[in-house]
């Protein structure tokens, strides 16, 4: 199979004609008779799911998957990608922000060489100026925080290559950033620039409490800067720590202190010390351990040449 689009849908009922069409329009002209659509049901509390259920009976290219409860954009997407069976694949929102047409650009790019297209927003129309706020300085913050390269205003509206795909889905973490893990991937990516509509249908399905726990996820998936930044002040606090005992015994020998003061302090000032400092140290091992926790794969090889008398190329 050519394509798998992969939609996530969360109280999308109103729009899902719509949404059908365009998306049927667009793989038409890309693919032929060649692809399907996975539409995933995150536990909508609407009528989604009898409409997906519907366009399943009419259409043999619609697969309808139903999640057991709403378990997050994230993961409803990431049920999908699980169940895609083309050699391409096409995730889109399903409330039309971004639109399906791009599609044959996308393919083009691919078919020029790269694994991963993109769509990178230069303009978002009918959105809240919280939001645009809050977005652009998610994505600058993001850059600062964390070591891979992540695209900014990009949201997870792509094509990805069945090899890139792969090596996504292989990726066990329960705490998924999936457009920062595809970044993590390598491989060759592009943007294509587009100017991002309002919804089609009713509101975001984002509120502000899913959009921090969203950002923490990006942040803390992707740095353990935070907890290295803990580190460096319970080493700093001990530095501190030390200069104030100097200071202590100073005092104390220059005799303006009452009796008592000089031990009292040192006691108090080394034991902090100490456990600030061991802090330090446990955070720095938990950081590394939170990161193998994720079981990610250690490399992800694009291409391996050898000439063509070389034995080995036969035992690869
Ligand atoms: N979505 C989902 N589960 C959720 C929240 C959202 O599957 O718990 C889907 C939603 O139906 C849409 C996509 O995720 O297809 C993006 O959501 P939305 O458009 O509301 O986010 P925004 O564009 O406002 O960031
Ligand atoms: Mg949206």
Not at 14 to 26: K, M, P, S, Y
Not at 187 to 205: G, H, L
Not at 235 to 252: K, P
Request: contains cysteine.
């Amino acid at each position: 199979m050519q394509l798998s689009v992969v939609v996530p849908c969360y109280n999308e009922e109103n729009g899902l004609d719509a949404l059908r069409r365009r998306i049927v329009a667009a793989c038409q002209t890309c693919a032929a008779d060649d692809y399907e659509i996975v539409l995933v049901n995150d536990g909508s509390s609407d009528r989604t799911w009898d409409v997906m259920a519907r366009f399943s009976a009419q259409d043999p290219r619609v697969v309808a998957v139903n999640l057991s409860r709403n378990h997050g954009h994230q993961l409803a997407l990431s049920a999908g990608l699980s169940l895609a069976r083309g050699d391409r694949v096409f995730i889109i929102d399903a409330d039309l922000q971004d639109p399906p047409e791009l599609l044959g650009e996308m393919m083009a790019r691919m078919d020029a060489g790269a694994d991963v297209v993109y769509g990178q927003r230069i303009e978002r129309q009918g959105e809240t100026r919280f939001k645009k706020l809050s977005a652009y300085l998610f994505y600058r913050v993001l850059d600062r925080l964390v070591d891979v390269s992540i695209p900014t205003d990009t949201g997870d509206f792509r094509l990805m290559s069945r090899r890139a795909l792969d090596v996504l889905n292989a990726m066990p973490e329960h705490h998924r950033f999936i457009r920062g893990m595809v970044s993590w991937l390598g491989f060759r990516q592009e943007a294509v620039p587009y100017a991002r509509a309002p919804r089609f249908a009713d509101s975001s399905k984002y509120p502000l409490a899913k959009m921090i726990r969203f950002a923490l996820d990006a942040i803390t998936g992707f740095s353990i800067r935070p907890l290295r930044l803990a580190s460096y002040l319970g080493f700093a606090v001990s530095l501190i720590a030390l200069v104030m005992m100097l200071y202590a015994l100073i005092s104390y020998l220059l005799g303006n202190t009452v009796s008592g003061w000089t031990s009292m302090t040192l006691i108090i000032l080394a034991v902090a010390s100490v456990q600030f400092m061991l802090m330090g140290v446990i955070g720095e091992y938990l950081g590394r351990l939170y990161m193998e926790s994720k079981r990610r794969p250690l490399y992800i090889i694009d291409e391996i040449r050898t000439s063509p008398s070389a034995s080995r190329s036969q035992s690869i």
